[in-house]
């Protein structure tokens, strides 16, 4: 079946560091691929996604890429800030009928500080 | 405009009771999924409904859940029977029925259940 691995911290970083949290998939399809992030006391909110090998996805300064020879999706950040703390989900959705459901993987705890 | 919500927020139980958490999709989402998230077991995929009908219910852990969704809208998952192994967040995501698996799924702030 399909499963998603990342990193999963937790992750402790100065502002204006760099940041990567690697993440890796197996899937049996075509997966389109996402990262979802959970500030403190919020829900689940999308970041960015990519649908196809080679797509980068990129919103608020984060950048991850589709790469299939590696089936890898690492999130990359320049120069984090004190408010991108949070857990960082990575998933990916295959198809199984109509059923478009996301596949997580345990989720990364990223805190940063001043 | 609107987005999921989902009551109540958090739900304390006694084990053995029945409990009912209810989803409110974003309106036109004919696409909507059950998920719980725990510390042991990261976030979990229960149910989909497309519409009405809930051609997957292969996430659904034992007989004790059940879910049901009306009017192409309002969700209601259901615990029978609760234990304390249920004790979790249970969260509740709708998309856009576009086809494709690029469609983005837009997530509720979750109930917190807690089973004593």
């Known amino acids: 079946g399909d499963s998603v691995t990342q990193m999963e911290g937790p992750v402790t970083l100065s502002e204006e560091a760099f940041l990567t949290i690697n993440c890796t998939y197996t899937?049996?399809?075509?997966?389109?691929l996402f990262w979802y992030v959970q500030y403190p006391g919020e829900g689940l909110q999308l970041l960015l996604k990519a649908t196809k090998a080679d797509d980068k996805g990129s919103n608020k300064g984060f950048e991850a890429t589709y790469r299939k020879e590696t089936t890898s999706f690492h999130l990359e950040k320049g120069s984090v800030q004190v408010s991108d703390s949070a857990v960082y989900f990575c998933?990916?959705?295959?198809?199984?009928?109509?059923?478009?459901?996301?596949?997580f993987g345990k989720g990364t705890l990223l805190t940063v500080n001043p | 405009g609107a987005g999921v919500s989902q009551s109540p927020s958090n739900k304390v139980t006694e084990k053995g009771k029945d409990v009912e958490l209810r989803c409110d999709p974003i309106?036109?989402?004919?696409?909507l999924y059950w998920y719980r998230q725990s510390l042991g077991q990261g976030l979990e995929f229960l149910i989909y409904?497309?519409?009405?009908?809930?051609?997957?219910k292969s996430g659904l852990p034992s007989d004790r859940f059940s879910a049901e969704r009306t009017g192409g809208s309002v969700s209601t998952l259901t615990i029978q029977r609760t234990q304390q192994e249920d004790s979790a967040v249970y969260l509740c995501a709708s998309s856009l029925n576009s086809g494709t698996s690029g469609t983005v799924q837009y997530f509720g702030p979750g109930t917190r259940l807690t089973v004593t």
């Open positions: 899937a049996t399809g075509y997966p389109s």
């Open positions: 309106s036109g989402h004919t696409a």
């Open positions: 409904f497309q519409g009405n009908s809930a051609p997957d």
């Open positions: 998933a990916l959705s295959d198809r199984a009928g109509s059923n478009y459901k996301l596949t």
